[in-house]
């Protein structure tokens, strides 16, 4: 078992390398992100429109995500 974790680390790691392209960051991170601001909005409570989406904007921002709706 320990033999075939080392062999398959290095070509998960590859695979995950690509995933992880910023072109993939950006794009998947706004659906991401748009997904739980829609949820955050129809919810039928206000605290976490006062503090998730806050903090989604800044993550936004930190990260280069636009929000591109």
Known sequence: MDFILKMA???IMEIVEKLLSPENIVKYGDRLFDFIEDAVESSDTT?????VLPLIAA???AL???DND
């Open 47 to 51: 605290i976490d429109d006062m503090t």
């Open 59 to 61: 993550l936004r921002k």
């Open 9 to 11: 680390i290095p070509i």
């Open 64 to 66: 280069g995500i636009p």
